[in-house]
């Protein structure tokens, strides 16, 4: 898996390919930010498109290409930001709404645990991830998959006992520890 | 006992749902949609016929030239060629 400053130098070399992984790691994690904003679904969608927009537009002037994540999150953040004062019929100032900055913190948190489902196999993946990210039933899952709608439950346990398992091989997530 | 509890796993699973897929979509073909566009501002800086064209009917114009008429992009060659602003919106 290219590393982010790898992807980010073939962004800048014109690389369409790289610009489409880019956008692939980060749409969940920007997607995420919007949402704890509280925006209309228009709105999110405009913020959405205008951070890679952006992004796109300023990668050059990204100093630490490692930073591409922080970067992005407070790229979001302050879009996020413009569009509640934008539709805000009070008085200009509308900052953050509470709890933001945890909820950022959390959500990147999640990203580096997405980055530990992804080696994985693709099976463990995709279950894990229709089940709890996309909340899929049990049911739509093994019609999907063609699995037997009896063995979902115990694959998602197994799948999720692989996925720690991984971390405790790679360790190093102190923020993933029991709290 | 394990340092990475099942659970929190989950929750963290949980907090990052996919985008639409239009919107990923619309958002990794922005190099492509970029290149449309400089196309466009090229060829009208060099076209007098072609930019009158643009003046009278921008997204006609965007399709002559096969490019998708985004408000984003339609929003930026007004802005680039100094085109007056759009009266429909």
Redesign the interface.
């Known amino acids: 898996m290219l590393t982010d400053s790898e992807l980010v130098a073939r962004c800048r070399s014109?690389d369409?390919e790289a610009?489409?992984l880019l956008?692939?790691r980060y749409?969940?994690?920007?997607?995420?930010i919007t949402r704890s904003f509280s925006l209309r679904e228009h709105d999110a969608?405009d913020v959405?498109?205008?951070v890679?927009?952006r992004a796109?537009e300023r990668l050059d002037t990204l100093r630490d290409a490692d930073s591409l994540r922080p970067w992005l999150a407070q790229l979001t953040r302050r879009l996020c930001i413009d569009k509640l004062r934008a539709g805000s019929r009070e008085q200009p100032g509308e900052e953050e709404p509470e709890g933001v900055e945890d909820r950022v913190e959390?959500?990147t948190?999640?990203?580096a645990?997405?980055e530990a489902?992804e080696t994985l196999a693709e099976n463990c993946q995709e279950i894990?991830?229709r089940f709890?990210?996309?909340?899929e039933s049990y049911r739509t899952i093994a019609e999907a998959l063609d699995l037997p709608a009896g063995t979902i439950a115990s694959r998602i346990s197994r799948c999720?006992?692989r996925?720690?398992q991984r971390?405790?091989e790679t360790?190093g997530k102190p923020r993933?520890?029991?709290? | 006992m394990s340092r990475f509890r099942e659970e929190r796993l989950a929750e963290l699973l949980r907090l990052l749902p996919p985008a639409p897929r239009g919107w990923v979509e619309a958002a990794q073909e922005l190099p492509f949609a970029r290149r449309g566009l400089d196309r466009i501002v090229a060829r009208a800086e060099a076209d007098a016929r072609f930019r009158e064209l643009l003046v009278a009917d921008l997204e006609a114009a965007f399709a002559q030239e096969g490019v998708e008429p985004d408000p984003v992009l339609v929003d930026e060659v007004r802005k680039r060629l100094s085109l007056p602003p759009d009266r429909r919106s």
């Not at chain 1, 749409?27 to 995420?32: D, E, I, L, Q, W």
């Open positions: 014109g369409p610009w489409r956008v692939e749409s969940r994690y920007v997607y995420a969608e959405f498109q205008d890679f927009a796109y959390e959500l948190e999640a990203l645990l997405r489902l894990l991830d709890f990210a996309r909340d999720l006992a996925l720690r971390l405790e360790a993933l520890e029991d709290r």
